[in-house]
């Protein structure tokens, strides 16, 4: 099955971007619904960007024209581009893998069942 390792994450003042990668280290990324998600402490965790294997993406609404999430079979790695950033993007940023275990790729958290361990993304 995948094993994600984020990278990419860091501190940038509003209105600036930055780019989160995700690699797959184990194996199959080519066969799985992969998405982004976002938490901080006081907030559940929310679904940032979700991608289909036909490349279908889905966006929550507070970064929808904003963010672009977007994936490389050859490099086995999950992107997500993020301009225009504000201090309520601040949180710990994940990737997720999903086997289409609910027949579903979109920004639930319940749809994946792999993660990576996160990676900071601080705006101010």
């Known amino acids: 099955h995948v094993q994600l390792v984020e990278s990419g994450g860091g501190s940038v003042q509003t209105g600036g971007s930055l780019r989160l990668s995700c690699t797959d280290s184990g194996s199959g990324f080519e066969h799985y619904c992969m998405g982004w998600f976002r938490q901080t402490p006081e907030n559940e965790r929310a679904g940032v960007a979700s991608i289909d294997l036909d490349g279908t993406t889905t966006y929550g609404d507070s970064v929808k024209g904003r963010f672009t999430i977007s994936r490389d079979h050859e490099k086995n790695t999950l992107y997500l581009q993020m301009n225009s950033l504000k201090p309520e993007d601040t949180a710990m940023y994940y990737c997720?893998?999903?086997?289409?275990?609910?027949?579903?790729?979109?920004?639930?958290?319940?749809?994946?069942?792999?993660w990576g361990q996160g990676t900071q993304v601080t705006v101010s």
């Open positions: 997720a893998a999903s086997d289409y275990r609910r027949g579903l790729c979109d920004v639930d958290s319940l749809t994946y069942n792999y």
